[in-house]
């Protein structure tokens, strides 16, 4: 009887001393590590450790035990090397001694012998190849844990034990939770347990690749992997050879976009790959800021049984590839646009076959610390499509049909030594060329990806030496903007110049609206207002949009002003634009009834307001005669109608006052919305300045002197100078003169006027010259200027979604389907004559609206249907009812009214 005691009294201590021994090591290294090393040092960490550290993170999320000062002295990310291996390993071979010692009869000892080794084998593969990661460990320990519960006599002792059985099995759970919860709270963008990394040569305008290898037990059953990236500039990923994905998207300077992808498909049992090509601008460019170069990742491992986190560190491999040589960006070297068309944004490739192969170092480890503000990617990630490969038998151009956005795809086949040149071009005519060149050491195959991207529709390849063959792909890029609007006319021209527009448009909206995505590649401020206006008819603008007006209220200075080109190096200060941005908030508002984002960014667009208090003269009107520069010195672009308006200074000024007034209109309005007494601040102001700029008007209509066109159009779509001082202006000036305008972006300011004034014969004339004139002389998306007036005109670029102005205004006036209220609550149906019919549809945040009117049988029928609950207005067309309006509620409604009347 004393002998089986004897052998349950040591199977007992075997057994204590062994949780006791594991939890009370693991508490002793966490104490020493958290409380006896300075905040300074880097530190090693075993994998109890960390796992201590995310027992306490869940535990804090969920049960708010430790105090919150607690938790990011805890994240801590100072860890050094492979340290963390040694100490691990050293930890096991602790353990066995001790279990050798007291476990005479050896039960759990000798499976303690035939585990141990693939833990250590783990740890000398880690530290022979740093770049490798395995995943045996969370096995072994819940092997080891799972032994221990097979053994009937230590089930016995545990049931049996009476003192400290309780607190025995309360550590043999805690030891439990330790193995399951190694690195669990895993909160992107909160606890980042990758470091930035680079090349040990901090060089500007450099490419480079990262490689980390994985291997995964060939049992083992993924949940889901994510992984989290970001890059300083941009970086292409990809695992097992198979592209992921391309980023970050741009973002303000303070603050860093990072991506978050679902890996999962893309593993597979045993070593996998993760490879990171990464590139760093280095210098400032027309749409990023110079910085220096850095890569941030982690992987999140979830199986059946363990998670754990993986970020980049020094173990993994980097390397320059010196097979890509670039020439560095060539940025505007104008003013605003003051250089040739050619010095905007090209990025010119060199790439050398012949040097391509890499040599692997180890990443140099950034001690910058994980900044506070990496945001998640608040967009969609862009939508990536491979065309087919095109071969090209010889030299001269390929011709991909339509204009193309993304990153193209080379595959030659060499003769023998040889370089060629491939030149991307809107057209044959075009002066703006995007150039990469390809070195070839000698015969074989070759494939090569540009991680820059393009912009074109037609390629020339020049063989500068030797001979083969080419083939040539590209990998386009889109924002998944959903298809939200439609508009058919009896007119076929209409149609086409209004998918004119909508097809730029798609190419522009990419991770911003970009006002040319084959020059600058920048977002403006006037540029992206006026593509969401065209997007609420076409490709559903609202996210775009609100990231567009968030990131330049980010950009806002202290004495008021923001950036209107934003992200960018330009710090450029576009005065009337900084006159659209409450306008932008507004229509915004209009067309989504997004209200959160107004209340957020009123804010903002009140402090531009009162900057402009600064410009004033002793009238209260803004003069910039004699003060063009503000508080911090820099000269003011005024930039109403591309290069420079042509107007004089008197002009200038009514203008800037035309826009100001739609300005403090535009808060009045959104303030009616949340602070009442503001809104009456504003519309006091509008009062006032509105009598200022009649008299100023009238005084020069009686001197007999001139309200040059822009300040004209500007000045009745304000609605300032009231209805009968506006047909004055228009009268003796607009309907005398021939359109000047050469943008299509002024222009649909020049047809809201023209339709505010009733001139559909104008609107017609516009219409048709101006964008009629371009499908006549072969675009295939909207140009960025046009003059009918001379011959073979050549615009800056072939491609700008800021003269897409039909997309909008055709549905929106000729169909004349357009919000009354916030979020389409209300809904105006007021139609314009142009042609035998018109059909609109729009999808909108309450529901979708389908409008048709035509002319038939001696009738004017106009139908509406509407999932919509609010109610419509009707306006009729002046022409045939004197704008008669009809009020109606219900969902499908049909007129019919005789033309006779």
């Known amino acids: ?169 309360l550590l043999f759970i805690v030891y439990l939770m330790f193995t399951y919860f190694n690195d669990f709270t895993y909160l992107p963008g909160k606890i980042w347990k990758g470091k930035w990394i680079w090349s040990h040569q901090d060089e500007k305008d450099q490419f480079l690749v990262f490689e980390k290898k994985l291997l995964l037990p060939p049992l083992i059953r993924l949940k ?13 990923l990809y695992i097992n050879n198979k592209f992921v994905g391309i980023g970050p998207g ?56 363990f998670r754990t986190i993986i970020g980049t560190d020094k173990t993994w491999l980097v390397s320059q590839d010196s097979g890509w040589i670039r020439t560095g960006p060539k940025t505007a070297d104008g003013k605003t646009y003051g250089g040739e068309i050619g010095t905007s944004v090209l990025y010119d490739e060199v790439f050398d076959f012949g040097v391509q192969k890499r040599g692997f170092n180890l990443s140099d480890e950034r001690r910058a610390k994980i900044e506070d503000n990496l945001f998640p990617r608040d967009i969609p990630a862009l939508d990536y499509t491979k065309t087919d490969m095109k071969k090209v038998d ?24 040889a370089k060629i040149i491939i030149n991307y071009r809107e057209d044959e005519k075009s002066v703006g060329v995007q150039k990469d060149e390809f070195i070839f050491p000698g015969r074989g195959n070759f494939v090569h990806q540009n991680l820059g991207r393009r912009g074109f529709r037609l390629v020339r390849i020049v063989w500068e030496k030797g001979t083969g063959e080419i083939e040539l792909g590209v990998e386009t890029v889109r924002f998944p903007a959903e298809k939200i609007g439609d508009f058919k006319s009896s007119d076929d021209l ?79 200060t576009i005065i009337s634009y900084e006159l659209m941005f409450n306008t932008f908030l507004k229509y915004y508002y209009l067309y989504t009834g997004d209200l959160d984002t107004v209340k957020d960014l009123i804010g903002n667009g009140e402090k531009i307001v009162k900057s402009f208090d600064k410009l004033k003269n002793e009238q209260g009107i803004i003069d910039i005669g004699t003060k063009n520069d503000l508080e911090m010195g820099e000269v003011l672009t005024f ?47 509008k009062k006032i300045l509105s009598q200022k700029l009649q008299v100023l008007v009238s005084g020069l209509n009686k001197s007999q002197g001139k309200v040059e066109g822009h300040a004209a159009v500007l000045l009745i779509n304000s609605g300032a100078l009231g209805t009968e001082l506006e047909s004055e202006i228009y009268n003796t000036l607009f309907r005398q003169m021939k359109q000047l305008f050469v943008t299509g972006y002024f222009n649909l300011f020049y047809l809201l006027a023209m339709e505010k004034m009733g001139d559909v014969d104008g609107i017609k004339s516009l219409v048709k010259e101006h964008w009629g004139g371009m499908l006549d002389r072969g675009a295939d998306t ?60 729009v999808k909108t945040p309450c529901g979708k609206i389908y409008e048709k009117w035509e002319i038939k049988d001696g009738n004017f029928d106009i139908t509406v249907n509407k999932t919509c609950q609010g109610e419509v207005s009707l306006v009729l067309p002046f022409d045939i009812e004197k704008g008669k309006q009809i009020t109606f509620t219900e969902n499908s409604f049909h007129l019919k009214i005789p033309l006779s009347n």
């Open 494 to 572: 209409l149609n086409k110049i209004y998918v004119l527009g909508e097809k730029t448009l798609k190419l522009a909206m990419q991770d911003q609206f970009e006002d040319s995505f084959i020059h600058e590649r920048s977002q403006y401020l006037g540029d992206s207002l006026v593509d969401m206006l065209y997007g609420f008819y076409s490709y559903s603008p609202q996210i775009l949009a609100r990231k567009a007006l968030y990131q330049f209220a980010s950009s806002q200075r202290k004495d008021g002003l923001i950036e209107t080109v934003y992200p960018s190096s330009l710090n450029q």
């Open 250 to 305: 741009p973002i303000d300077d303070n603050n860093r976009y990072f991506d978050s992808y679902d890996i999962t498909k893309y593993l597979h049992p045993g070593i996998n790959l993760i490879k990171i090509e990464a590139y760093n601008y280095g210098d400032d460019s027309h749409f990023q800021k110079k910085q220096t170069g850095g890569v941030l990742a982690q992987i999140e491992i979830n199986s059946l049984f």
């Open 639 to 685: 930039w109403i109608d591309h290069i420079s308006p042509g107007d004089t200074l008197p002009s200038i000024n009514l203008s800037l006052n035309a826009l100001y007034y739609q300005e403090l209109d535009s808060l009045s309005y959104l303030y009616s919305f949340i602070d009442k007494k503001k809104e009456s601040v504003f519309e006091e102001e």
């Open 1 to 169: 009887m004393s002998k089986v005691k004897s052998k349950k009294s040591k199977v007992r201590i075997t057994f204590s001393v062994y949780l006791v021994l594991l939890t009370a090591t693991a508490f002793i290294v966490s104490v020493f590590i958290y409380l006896l090393i300075p905040l300074d040092v880097y530190y090693t960490s075993s994998s109890i450790h960390k796992s201590f550290i995310n027992v306490a993170l869940f535990l804090n999320t969920h049960f708010r035990l430790f105090p919150s000062f607690i938790i990011p002295f805890l994240s801590s990310q100072r860890i050094l090397g492979f340290e963390k291996y040694i100490s691990f390993s050293l930890l096991y071979l602790t353990v066995g001694i001790f279990t050798f010692f007291i476990d005479r009869k050896r039960k759990i000892f000798w499976w303690y012998i035939l585990l141990s080794p693939l833990v250590f084998l783990e740890v000398y593969i880690r530290l022979i190849n740093h770049n490798l990661d395995i995943m045996f460990t969370p096995y072994l320990n819940l092997v080891i844990a799972f032994v221990l519960t097979r053994q009937k006599s230590v089930l016995k002792i545990i049931l049996k034990i009476k003192k400290y059985g309780n607190l025995l099995f």
């Open 394 to 417: 010889k030299e001269g151009y390929i011709d991909f049909g339509e204009m193309m956005v993304g990153y193209p795809i080379i595959s030659a086949k060499t003769d023998g030594p």
């Open 782 to 841: 909207v140009w960025e200027t046009y003059d009918p007036r001379v011959e073979n005109y050549l615009p800056g670029s072939k491609t700008h979604a800021w003269s897409a102005a039909p997309t909008y205004f055709l549905p929106a006036y000729v169909g004349g389907v357009r919000p009354l209220s916030p979020g389409w609550s209300k809904i105006l149906i007021k139609p314009i004559i142009i042609g035998q019919s018109a059909k609109t549809e």
């Open 224 to 236: 889901k992997v994510p992984l989290t990236i970001t890059a300083k500039s941009i970086y292409r």
